[in-house]
T-cell receptor, first 111, second 115 residues
Framework: KNQVEQSPQSLIILEGKNCTLQ??????????LRWYKQDTGRGPVSLTI?????NTKSNGRYTATLDADTKQSSLHITASQLSDSASYIC??????????FGTGTRLTVIP | EADIYQTPRYLVIGTGKKITLECSQT?????MYWYQQDPGMELHLIHY???????EKGDLSSESTVSRIRTEHFPLTLESARPSHTSQYLC??????????????FGNGTRLTVT
């Protein structure tokens, strides 16, 4: 079983709407959690990082949350744009070097 | 955009051929990685390097090899390609100085198809 589970697997929303992507993990000891955006045909690009002491962090229209007690993180996208169509990957770091990747959520924003 | 480049972008070859996937970065990062990515699956670490002349195998069993003769260059070689090697290969690098919180910088990948 993957130690990082993402939901939903895929999501279709109308342009301008908000959405929330979920990431649950069992990785321990927890070091940090990072969200990446991967456009089709491109490599993943970091959106934001959450460390143990952080609950909420915003990067433009993206807001990430972390609940270290329940081992859950979410990525909220506000006022979605067509360019938000991509896969969003949750990655949890264990200790100094080990990374655990989720399978991603495929978001499609339609006009 | 991160300064990490992969060539070729697409490659179709026959079974048994030897191939090398190129990866170069201009950021001076010590740490470099090769990942395999299949649709709907998580990324799997194939090889990594923490500096020149340092290479290690990752979690995914692989018939590939890597070399790290220069900081900026981290090529991956398949001595004899098989259809099971068909996949997307992503190269990444990371800064050592920034510690555990530094992000991975990915190239745009090589899509390999072995017929």
């Amino acid at each position: 079983k993957n130690q990082v589970e993402q939901s939903p697997q895929s999501l279709i929303i109308l342009e301008g709407k908000n959405c929330t992507l979920q990431c649950n993990y069992t990785v321990s000891p927890f070091s940090n959690l990072r969200w990446y955006k991967q456009d089709t045909g491109r490599g993943p690009v970091s959106l934001t990082i959450m460390t143990f002491s952080e609950n909420t962090k915003s990067n433009g229209r993206y807001t990430a949350t972390l609940d270290a007690d329940t081992k859950q993180s979410s990525l909220h996208i506000t006022a979605s744009q067509l360019s938000d169509s991509a896969s969003y990957i949750c990655v949890v770091r264990k200790g100094a070097n080990n990374l655990f990747f989720g399978t991603g959520t495929r978001l499609t924003v339609i006009p | 955009e991160a300064d990490i480049y992969q060539t070729p972008r697409y490659l179709v070859i026959g079974t048994g051929k030897k191939i090398t996937l190129e990866c170069s970065q201009t950021m001076g990062h010590d740490k470099m990685y090769w990942y395999q990515q299949d649709p709907g699956m998580e990324l799997h670490l194939i090889h990594y390097s923490y500096g020149v002349n340092s290479t290690e195998k990752g979690d995914l069993s692989s018939e590939s090899t890597v070399s790290r003769i220069r900081t900026e260059h981290f090529p991956l070689t398949l001595e004899s390609a098989r259809p099971s090697h068909t996949s997307q290969y992503l190269c990444a690098s990371r800064s050592f100085e920034q510690g555990a919180n530094s992000p991975l910088h990915f190239g745009n990948g090589t899509r390999l198809t072995v017929t």
